[in-house]
């Protein structure tokens, strides 16, 4: 499975939670009501998740039908986004302030886009979330805004943005504690940074720095030898996760002959198949080899011996892969002939 085929799995996964949280708050602001606890805008609550839950279900159809990548992942950036401002206007439609208990939904939200989806986004999407709750909590409330700008913080200009009616969820005659209100706007900051942040710890991207300060148990010593096993292959050798097509462990000679630079995640950011059938068939699990597979490495076209053969590890299986180039000359996009770093003779 290449990258994109790992990122619409990921992707269903998200979309499953989206959608079950948001039915989850739904639910849960209907309960009140029926209990005669508060009064919310029931008919603009049920309106506002329905047509977005919608909508979110036809944009989620759209990009399984993309190929590309980026767009796919671009999409569905754009998707999160629209969720946590969605959540945020559901928030002020439940009693916004007075109802900082609502908060707590962000959370599903933040912690799944942190544990799916790469790079250092879900930051951001928590950032996007802080600054949609703090633009509604100053927008209804004056007093929270002047205690902000005696607490020196530099939002205070954010409620003039846009004006809105306070939805009061407690009893009448209560008054307003500004201050504490700002707290937990600051407290609400600090949970979703820590939110994202347990997220990427447990998807392994910050989870991973932490080997470098426990002691080594036996597994960890085989596979360590198995690295270096395989880096000191002097063929140009690959090991690959079927599923995803991430790169495992790379020889040295595969970094030197692929023209790779740093760290690459998937193979197929290295290797660029000129039939994509190839690339499934070598990461298939059975045995493979292809005698003249065309691929690109940069800006060269190669011609090379391709195998491919499985790996039984303790969580599944993997394929290793070794290329040998077959030919003398590559041409690259200019036409000039140039030879490929540890071509084999004919």
Same mark, same amino acid.
């Given at each position: ?107 599903? &939200? ?56 306070? +939805? ?12 504490? &209100? ?38 960890? +010593? ?63 699990? +059975? ?23 499985? &790996? ?35």
């Amino acid at each position: 499975m290449t990258g994109h085929g790992q990122l619409q799995n990921d992707r269903k996964a998200l979309d499953f939670v989206i959608l079950v949280s948001l039915t989850g708050v739904l639910v849960l602001l209907l309960l009140p009501w029926l209990w005669s606890v508060y009064s919310p805008p029931v008919p603009a609550l049920a309106w506002t998740l329905g047509s977005f839950g919608t909508a979110y279900r036809v944009g989620s159809r759209l990009l399984d039908r993309t190929t590309n990548r980026r767009a796919a992942l671009l999409g569905t950036w754009v998707m999160q986004v629209g969720t946590v401002l969605t959540l945020s206007w559901v928030w002020h439609l439940s009693g916004g302030v007075s109802n900082t208990a609502f908060l707590w939904a962000f959370v599903p &939200i933040l912690l799944v886009n942190a544990l799916l989806l790469p790079g250092w986004g879900p930051y951001g999407l928590a950032a996007v979330s802080w600054l949609a709750v703090m633009t509604i909590a100053l927008s209804e409330s004056e007093a929270l805004g002047w205690q902000a700008y005696r607490a020196g913080l530099p939002i205070a200009g954010l409620g003039k943005l846009i004006r809105l009616p306070h +939805g009061s969820m407690v009893a009448s005659g209560a008054s307003e504690q500004s201050s504490q &209100i700002l707290l937990e706007m600051i407290l609400f900051a600090g949970g979703s940074l820590g939110v994202v942040a347990l997220g990427d710890f447990l998807s392994g991207r910050l989870g991973g720095a932490l080997s470098l300060t426990v002691g080594l148990n036996p597994q960890e +010593g085989r596979e360590n030898l198995f690295r270096q096993v395989v880096e000191q292959d002097p063929l140009p050798r690959v090991i690959v996760d079927p599923e995803s097509g991430a790169i495992l462990h790379m020889s040295g000679s595969f970094r030197k002959q692929m023209l790779v630079d740093g760290s690459p995640s998937n193979l197929f950011d290295v290797v660029r198949f000129a039939e994509a059938a190839d690339g499934r068939h070598l990461l298939s699990g +059975g045995e493979a080899e292809l005698e003249q597979c065309r691929y690109r490495i940069g800006p060269e076209t190669r011609v090379g011996r391709l195998r491919a053969h499985r &790996i039984v590890a303790e969580r599944g299986w993997l394929v290793s892969l070794t290329f040998e180039e077959i030919l003398l000359a590559v041409q690259t996009d200019s036409g000039q002939a140039i030879s490929p770093r540890g071509a084999a003779p004919c």
